[in-house]
């Protein structure tokens, strides 16, 4: 009895592989065929026939681009300016390391210098008490001191035209007569 279970198993599944297989090679057939239509048809040839022609541009200007020694000048422009930038890039470095340097010396300086006391305005009135100077002459101490910073170079300043002006007559506005009100209608 297990051998006949087995046996009638084994057809079914043969069967539906089977129709697979056949559904698939009819698929392939039609796709096969639909292919073959296309091609035969005039909108496929008219593109096929255009895609030839830009295919033969394109290849004629690449071969007249490389005739014409364009590549070689262009290839000669990017060395001069790969030259230039790593040489502005080399005067950049410089100037930063310069620039740090002295910002570095500054602040050096300015760190050794020790904050000078300010001299004590005298008082204009004896009137004030001072318990409140004594508190401001605490504060003054106790603040950290005012960094001062380098006064920067002035540009030389450049001569401008001055406007020329003339003299207008001063004329009087002239006041709009009020309009008069409408009599009411009864």
Request: aromatic share 4%; glycine share 4%.
């Amino acid at each position: 009895m297990a051998n006949k279970k087995k046996t009638q198993k084994a057809p079914k599944q043969e069967g539906i592989l089977g129709k697979a297989k056949n559904l698939l090679g009819k698929a392939d057939d039609l796709l096969d065929e639909s292919v073959d239509k296309v091609k035969k048809s005039k909108a496929f040839g008219k593109a096929t026939e255009a895609y030839k022609k830009a295919e033969d541009y394109v290849e004629d200007k690449i071969s007249d681009f490389e005739k014409s020694d364009m590549n070689i000048k262009l290839g000669k422009m990017a060395d001069q300016a790969e030259k230039k930038a790593g040489g502005v890039l080399k005067k950049i470095k410089k100037f930063s390391k310069n620039l740090a340097d002295k910002a570095e010396n500054k602040f050096d300086n300015m760190m050794k210098e020790k904050p000078k006391a300010k001299a004590k305005p005298k008082a204009k009135t004896a009137a004030k008490p001072k318990a409140k100077t004594a508190a401001k002459s605490k504060s003054k101490t106790a603040a950290k001191p005012k960094v001062k910073t380098a006064a920067k170079p002035k540009a030389k300043a450049a001569a401008k035209p001055k406007a020329k002006t003339t003299a207008k007559a001063k004329t009087k506005a002239v006041a709009k007569p009020k309009a008069k009100p409408k009599p009411k209608k009864a």
